[in-house]
Each structure stands twice: as C-alpha cells, then as structure tokens.
C-alpha cells in the first residue's frame, strides 16, 4: 500500500494544521448529516479520557509525601512539591545511574541498529545479489520468532560470553528486537531513490562507499530518524529482556527501577509517590521525542506495518 | 558480466554484518532453543538428554494450560474491543479538521510510552486504598466499598488490565484506519452519497470493505502482542490470585528465570512460537485471499 518512506509519508496525519477551507468542506462531505456538535463534543471528551491518567500521574507525583500516602487519596495535591523526586533521586545507586543506564543503553541500541541496517539496506536494495529474496526473509525471521521465547537460550549464551548483568548485552538484544523493522525501513528508503542519481555517481568513478556517503546518505534522513526513533523508544521501554538480563542493582534500567520502587517503604507497602515521580519520567523523553518527531514516528508505523 | 559478480560480492559485504548478527542473535539461540527442550537443565547441574520428556510434561502440566487458556481469554476478549473501539474512533476523527487531528494526537500518545510504565501508572489508579478509580468510582455513589481489582479475582483483574491496555494501545490501530480510510479515494465516497447512503451504510458497503486489508493487519498485530502479554501481567497482578492471571510468556519466564527449568522453559517457548506462527499464517493466507 504505503511504499515509498524515504520521505515521511503520508504527512500531517497527527500534526495539527490549518487550512481551514477545503478541510471543513471534506469533513462536510465525510460526516455527511451528523451533528457536528455531538461529534466535536465526543472529540473533547475522548481527549480528556486519554490524558487524564497522565494528568493524574504527575499530579500524584507532586504531591508531598503524606498526601501521596493518604486514605482516601486526593485527586490533586493542595501544594506541590517535590520530595517525590527528591527521594527518587537518590534511591538505590541514585536516579542519575539508572538513568544513565537507561540512556546508555538506548544510545547503543541506536548505534548498533543504524551500523547494521544502513548498509544492509543498501546492499539489498542496489546491488544484484543472488538470493537476495531469501537473505532477507532470513533477517526478517526475528519477525516470526517472538524474542519473548528467545529469552532463554540468548540468557544462556550471554552468560557464558559474560554478557549478563550487562549494557552491551542489555543493546544486543534490544537489536535484535528492532532489527527486522528498520531493516525494513531502511531497504524501502534506498530502493525508493532514483536510479539516476547512482548512475551519474557511477560514471564518475565513485566506489560503491562513496556512492553510499555522498549520495545515498542525504537523502536517507528522514529514514534514519524514524529508525532512531523506534529503537529509543524501544531500548528505553523495554522491561522483560532487562528483568531477565540485568540481575544486579547496578544494571537496572529505568523501567525495572519502578519495578524496584513499588515495594520500599519498610512496612514493604508502596511508595506511591515516588512510584508516580519514577513514571512521570519514565513517560517524558518518549512523549517529548514523540510530539516532536511525530511525522517520522506515523510514516515509520506505516512503512513498518502497511506495506 | 564480470562487474555483475563483482557488483553482487561488493552488496554482499555489506549485508553481511546484519546477517551475522542474525544468525548469532536470533537464528543459532533458536537452534539452540530447539536443543535445550530436549533436555532437562538447571543451571546448577549439566544438560541431561531427556528426549520429548518436557513436552509430554507441557501437556499434562495443568498450570500451563490454565495459562494457555488465560492468555487465549485475554486476547478473545481485548481483541475485539481494540479493533471495533479503534476503528470507531478513527471513523470519527477521519476528516482533516483541526479537533479531529488533535484528538488523534491525544489518542496516539499512550503508544509511544513503555507499557511497564503506564501498568505502573495504572496499578496505582486501580489500587483499592490509594487508587483514585475508586476514590472515584465512591465520589460519584457507584460503589460504597473499595473494590479489589487487582489479584484477588482472576476474572476483574482480568478487565482491570483490558482497560489500562485498551487506554495504552488503542491508538496504534486507530492511526492506521485513518490512514486507511483516507486513503479511499473521494470520488467513491461521493458516488455512494449521490445514491443516496447514509453515513452507516456507507460504512458498511464502502469504508470496511475497503480497508480490509489495514483490518486484517492491526488484527494479527493485536492478536500476537496480546498472545505475548507479560508485561502488564507481572506488574499489575503479580500473576495472583494462584497464578490464575500468568500469561504464557509469564509461565516461560517463572519456569526459566526463578525455578532455573531451563529445558522446559525452551519447550514452552517453542510451543509458544509455534502458537504464534500459527495465527501469522492464517493471518497471511486471509490477506491473500483478500487481495484476490
């Protein structure tokens, strides 16, 4: 359906936009003899419904101690403060620590899925290779074997290599959880640029790395950016393969710190609102990164999922 | 016909990287996966060749089965409510206007958030005490006591996790209808108006035929994250009451991780994944037969 991501298509699905006239016009058309108002009216209030969990969120997180703990809670704290991330902040090894882990190792996810998937995606997109078809469906065989059965035997491996307890480890397997997909993206955006452009390279003596460096890379941003995109979200979401992976307090991510919180007052009851302080930035990068990128995040569901 | 070969070993080297790491990280774990379920290993001890033993065990173990069932239940019943709600929803915020894209904005963000992130969010809300679901749920007279959502009913714990699902991935769907019914080209739309059809029936006969495809796509993507359910499970119910809540994959991580049955572990992942295959080939066979 969808085949041409190299550039962010199709655009503006999400992003607001202005062109008031032949939009009212469409939506006429398309709504034909509905009451717009009612429709309007179940807009607002499916928009309050979605954002109303992460309103609470933060707000719970802002809420001093004894108002986070209190019976029954209250729905908004009476003044804000932030203990909440004050005790986050130094719990366990510290906030900064996991957080460091978290991005370090998004960071390598990004790194290594771009070093294996830019030049995979050229190679099958530019150059005649034989059994090319099947080279691909193999590196697409991670799509049809859930990594979540793959735990056990790559826990195994990693173990005797000394990956476990591991960054590296931790990026190797969120690769390969992403790997199928910006490979996909990335064959797609190198087999949607014109022929010219690489013959006219051709002819003037480049070898096929310049060619890739000179020609091919400008034009595969908007590719890159979705691929980097989908691995940091990835790699900073991820919770079983680090649960599985990472067995020591200094290896934790993120998402198994909230694990790690729920139970950490000495009564072994939970800490709500640091619970809540721990999710609340758990939840901003993605959010921001997504309200910023999100054309590249929509054309990469698309390329991905409707192909 | 020289520089063909040449041209084609030059392709090669750079796939080669991608593919190594596949064959390391995905394909020979596989193999190995298949290798260990014959086997009943504890870390602790030395593999012992035990031939189909685990899987004669998967089929009379009533805890896999209970898990196999539940996890079948869980997808039957969130299934349908992402694909009808998402599908109406997009219907809705189709046309171009400004609410419209913003509504599809709000309803999209949850997907990009970590799904251990938003059940941590949502554990809180359902809690019975500090939870304001119920806090709520009194506030406007519904219920008089705290309800227990969570872990000590199989069944409301079960729908506790559907809504925070529901709430977390809706969008996914959704966005891609959008996509799919903007794309029908207008001049359809318009032809069928012209006769007559009212917004329903228009629906009917037009819209859901011709998005079938996207339909089909969300369903096997919805389906398979949901046979693959875990996260949520481990951090909302803690798999309780009695291990009635534990999905599959939940079953294969207490089987490999904290008892260290490392054999069975494999053959309950393997019959996972042939679980999972089956539906993706069903899945492709229907899409086939769509396109006819």
Same mark, same amino acid.
């Given at each position: 359906?969808?085949?041409?991501?190299?550039?962010?298509?199709?655009? @503006?699905?999400?992003?607001?936009?202005?062109?008031?006239?032949?939009?009212?016009?469409?939506?006429?058309?398309?709504?034909? @003899?509905?009451?717009?108002?009612?429709?309007?009216?179940?807009?607002?209030? $499916?928009?309050?419904?979605?954002v109303t969990p992460l309103v609470l969120s933060v707000a719970a997180s802002l809420k001093s101690p004894p108002e986070a703990a209190a019976v029954p809670p209250l729905y908004f704290p009476s003044e804000l403060?932030?203990?909440?991330?004050?005790?986050?902040?130094?719990?366990?090894?510290?906030?900064? %620590?996991?957080?460091?882990?978290?991005?370090?190792?998004?960071?390598? !996810?990004?790194?290594?899925?771009?070093?294996?998937?830019?030049?995979?995606?050229?190679?099958?997109?530019?150059?005649?290779?034989?059994?090319?078809?099947?080279?691909?469906?193999?590196?697409?065989?991670?799509?049809?074997?859930?990594? *979540?059965?793959?735990?056990?035997?790559?826990?195994?491996?990693?173990? !005797?290599?000394?990956?476990?307890?591991?960054?590296?480890?931790?990026?190797?397997? %969120?690769? /390969?959880? *992403?790997?199928?997909?910006?490979?996909?993206?990335?064959?797609?955006?190198?087999?949607?640029?014109?022929?010219?452009?690489?013959?006219?390279?051709?002819?003037? @003596?480049?070898?096929?790395?310049? $060619?890739?460096?000179?020609?091919?890379?400008?034009?595969?941003?908007?590719?890159?950016?979705?691929?980097?995109?989908?691995?940091?979200?990835?790699?900073?979401?991820?919770?079983?393969?680090?649960?599985?992976?990472?067995?020591?307090?200094?290896?934790? !991510?993120?998402?198994?710190?909230?694990?790690?919180?729920?139970?950490? /007052?000495?009564?072994?009851?939970?800490?709500?609102?640091?619970? *809540?302080? @721990?999710?609340?930035?758990?939840?901003?990068?993605?959010?921001?990164?997504?309200?910023?990128? *999100?054309?590249?995040?929509?054309?990469?569901?698309?390329?991905?999922?409707?192909? | 016909?020289?520089?063909?070969?040449?041209?084609?070993?030059?392709?090669?080297?750079?796939?080669?990287?991608?593919?190594?790491?596949?064959?390391?990280?995905?394909?020979?774990?596989? #193999?190995?996966?298949?290798?260990?379920?014959?086997?009943?290993?504890?870390?602790?001890?030395?593999?012992?060749?035990?031939?189909?033993?685990?899987?004669?065990?998967?089929?009379?173990?009533?805890?896999?089965?209970?898990?196999?069932?539940?996890?079948?239940?869980y997808t039957l019943l969130i299934t349908p409510i992402l694909m009808i709600g998402g599908y109406l929803i997009a219907l809705l915020v189709t046309p171009n206007s400004r609410l419209s894209r913003t509504t599809?904005? &709000?309803?999209?963000?949850?997907?990009? #958030?970590?799904?251990?992130?938003?059940?941590?969010?949502?554990?809180?809300?359902?809690?019975?005490?500090?939870?304001?679901?119920?806090?709520?749920?009194?506030?406007?007279?519904?219920?008089?006591?705290?309800?227990?959502?969570?872990?000590?009913?199989?069944?409301?714990?079960?729908?506790?996790?559907?809504?925070?699902?529901?709430?977390?991935?809706?969008?996914?769907?959704?966005?891609? &209808?959008?996509?799919? #019914?903007?794309?029908?080209?207008?001049?359809?739309?318009?032809?069928?108006?012209?006769?007559?059809?009212?917004?329903?029936?228009?629906?009917?006969?037009?819209?859901?035929?011709?998005?079938?495809?996207?339909?089909?796509?969300?369903?096997?993507?919805?389906?398979?994250?949901?046979?693959?359910? &875990?996260?949520?499970?481990?951090?909302?119910?803690?798999?309780?009451?009695?291990?009635?809540?534990?999905?599959?994959?939940?079953?294969?991580?207490?089987?490999?991780?904290?008892?260290?049955?490392?054999?069975?572990?494999?053959?309950?992942?393997?019959?996972?994944?042939?679980?999972?295959?089956?539906?993706?080939?069903?899945?492709?066979?229907?899409?086939?037969?769509?396109?006819?």
């Amino acid at each position: 359906m969808t085949r041409a991501p190299s550039a962010p298509t199709p655009p @503006g699905l999400l992003e607001p936009d202005l062109e008031a006239g032949p939009v009212k016009g469409r939506r006429n058309r398309f709504w034909a @003899g509905r009451n717009k108002y009612l429709l309007g009216a179940i807009c607002i209030a $499916i928009c309050l419904v979605m954002v109303t969990p992460l309103v609470l969120s933060v707000a719970a997180s802002l809420k001093s101690p004894p108002e986070a703990a209190a019976v029954p809670p209250l729905y908004f704290p009476s003044e804000l403060s932030l203990e909440n991330y004050d005790k986050l902040w130094n719990y366990g090894s510290g906030l900064p %620590h996991y957080l460091g882990n978290s991005l370090f190792t998004a960071l390598m !996810t990004i790194v290594m899925t771009l070093l294996l998937t830019v030049p995979a995606g050229y190679g099958l997109a530019r150059f005649p290779i034989p059994g090319k078809e099947f080279i691909f469906v193999l590196l697409l065989l991670a799509l049809i074997i859930p990594y *979540q059965a793959l735990l056990t035997p790559i826990f195994l491996m990693f173990s !005797t290599l000394g990956l476990t307890n591991n960054l590296l480890g931790l990026a190797i397997v %969120h690769t /390969t959880i *992403q790997l199928p997909f910006s490979l996909y993206i990335m064959r797609n955006a190198f087999e949607a640029v014109p022929r010219e452009l690489e013959e006219a390279a051709l002819v003037d @003596g480049a070898n096929s790395w310049q $060619i890739l460096r000179r020609v091919f890379l400008p034009t595969m941003v908007p590719a890159v950016i979705t691929v980097t995109l989908f691995a940091f979200v990835t790699s900073w979401n991820e919770f079983l393969g680090a649960l599985v992976m990472m067995r020591n307090d200094s290896g934790l !991510t993120l998402p198994l710190l909230l694990a790690l919180t729920r139970t950490v /007052t000495s009564l072994g009851s939970t800490d709500w609102g640091m619970l *809540q302080a @721990g999710v609340t930035i758990a939840v901003i990068p993605c959010v921001v990164v997504f309200l910023l990128l *999100q054309r590249y995040y929509v054309a990469g569901l698309y390329s991905g999922a409707v192909k | 016909m020289h520089t063909t070969t040449r041209r084609s070993l030059t392709g090669f080297w750079y796939v080669l990287p991608a593919l190594l790491f596949v064959v390391a990280f995905t394909a020979w774990p596989f #193999i190995q996966m298949v290798w260990i379920s014959l086997n009943e290993w504890s870390l602790i001890t030395p593999p012992s060749f035990v031939g189909l033993e685990n899987y004669i065990n998967a089929f009379t173990d009533s805890q896999f089965w209970v898990s196999l069932r539940f996890t079948l239940k869980y997808t039957l019943l969130i299934t349908p409510i992402l694909m009808i709600g998402g599908y109406l929803i997009a219907l809705l915020v189709t046309p171009n206007s400004r609410l419209s894209r913003t509504t599809r904005t &709000f309803v999209f963000t949850p997907v990009v #958030i970590g799904l251990g992130a938003s059940s941590f969010l949502w554990y809180w809300l359902f809690s019975p005490n500090y939870g304001l679901i119920n806090k709520f749920l009194m506030d406007v007279g519904l219920i008089d006591t705290p309800i227990l959502w969570l872990g000590v009913d199989a069944g409301l714990s079960n729908w506790a996790v559907i809504i925070s699902i529901t709430w977390k991935v809706i969008g996914f769907g959704m966005i891609l &209808f959008v996509a799919a #019914i903007q794309a029908i080209p207008s001049e359809i739309n318009e032809a069928t108006m012209v006769d007559g059809a009212g917004f329903w029936q228009r629906v009917r006969k037009v819209i859901l035929p011709l998005t079938r495809r996207t339909i089909l796509l969300v369903t096997l993507v919805s389906v398979i994250g949901s046979l693959l359910a &875990f996260d949520q499970f481990y951090i909302m119910t803690a798999g309780q009451p009695r291990n009635l809540t534990a999905t599959s994959v939940f079953y294969i991580y207490l089987n490999s991780f904290p008892y260290l049955k490392l054999g069975y572990g494999a053959t309950l992942s393997l019959i996972l994944a042939v679980v999972v295959l089956g539906f993706t080939i069903v899945q492709m066979i229907l899409t086939r037969r769509s396109e006819t």
